[in-house]
């Protein structure tokens, strides 16, 4: 990694920089992103699980998909994870909200979510759906990748007031492979980098999610990668076209890239947990981050904050929940907030 993040340009300029005005990436980061109505103006996008729908939950998470994804990329977790606590503790009525964060997903065509594109606008974005939908406040919310981050903005800007005064910090948060610092590299080299080039090189619409499917596989990305990003595909008349918005994914993209927020992880609030998952084959940990982290993890409880804990995932890339989804759900499960009340 390089010292410094600001030596290397955001990947948007060098998307940006080639000479030819008619390659395919530009066509496609000028192109509308076409996208099915949602069901409600302007607050995010969502899909909800619950095992006994006609019970009160007795709490709620919110799981937030990565960067390209959608909520529908953690059902099948998230609803195996929802079993697993019901069985450990039958009492605990868990209520998953996965959300399609601002430019994804359905959350693409609503109008409303207005640039600045980062970290803490689609934090905020969280706080609004609450107050639009006159819910209990999420007692946990699960990230990946870039909504690990958008956990973190979440949690910090509670804690400082920003949502105002009824907004409640979570008690838990899982960051799930998402570096909690600034995110530094030289070069495109990286796994999320180099998705994001062979997207930005293919046009707007697309002959069928095979095709997308086998041509990812061609380019040497592996079989469960190519077809989560094959799942991330809808149709569009007789072809097939992207659930996001590219281009300003790219901006969040950056924005990830930049924040940092180890003072949250130095000086978590009181009563809050930080759990991050590290991936143990992921290509984005600097030894010093997990060192820091480590250090963290070890030390004393202090009446007056809350704590950090790290986990490593083991045989598993940046892609946890298609890599090893049976060995996340075994370290989140027992670890998983329990006994909470609404």
Request: proline share 7%; net charge neutral.
């Amino acid at each position: 990694m390089a010292a410094s993040l600001r030596a290397s340009s955001s990947l948007r300029s060098r998307l940006l920089s080639s000479s030819s005005v008619c390659s395919p990436w530009r066509l496609l980061l000028s192109s509308p992103v076409h996208t099915e109505a949602p069901h409600q103006a302007q607050t995010l996008a969502f899909d909800e699980i619950q095992l006994s729908p006609e019970k009160p939950p007795t709490a709620t998470a919110f799981v937030l998909h990565g960067l390209l994804g959608s909520g529908r990329n953690w059902r099948s977790f998230s609803r195996t994870l929802a079993s697993e606590l019901h069985n450990r503790s039958p009492s605990d009525e868990w209520r998953m909200v996965l959300v399609d964060l601002r430019n994804h997903g359905k959350s693409a065509g609503i109008k409303g979510f207005d640039p600045p594109h980062n970290m803490s606008t689609a934090a905020k974005d969280l706080a609004d759906l609450v107050k639009a939908r006159d819910w209990p406040w999420p007692d946990v919310i699960v990230g990946h990748s870039m909504g690990g981050k958008v956990a973190l903005d979440y949690a910090e800007s509670c804690s400082r007031g920003v949502y105002g005064e009824s907004a409640v910090i979570p008690k838990q948060l899982w960051v799930l492979d998402s570096v909690p610092g600034q995110v530094v590299t030289d070069n495109s080299d990286g796994e999320v980098e180099r998705v994001l080039h062979t997207l930005a090189s293919l046009p707007s619409s697309l002959p069928s999610r095979k095709w997308v499917v086998d041509h990812m596989l061609s380019l040497g990305f592996s079989k469960s990668l190519s077809e989560w990003i094959g799942s991330n595909l809808k149709k569009d008349n007789d072809q097939v076209t992207w659930a996001f918005d590219l281009q300003a994914a790219i901006d969040m993209f950056d924005s990830y890239r930049e924040r940092s927020y180890w003072a949250l992880l130095e000086q978590p609030p009181k009563d809050l947990e930080i759990a991050i998952v590290q991936a143990e084959r992921s290509d984005r940990w600097d030894p010093d981050d997990v060192q820091r982290l480590k250090a963290l993890a070890k030390r004393e409880p202090k009446p007056d904050t809350g704590k950090v804990s790290l986990h490593v995932l083991p045989n598993s890339g940046h892609w946890v929940h298609v890599d090893n989804p049976k060995g996340l759900l075994e370290i989140m499960a027992p670890n998983f907030l329990s006994g909470v009340k609404n």
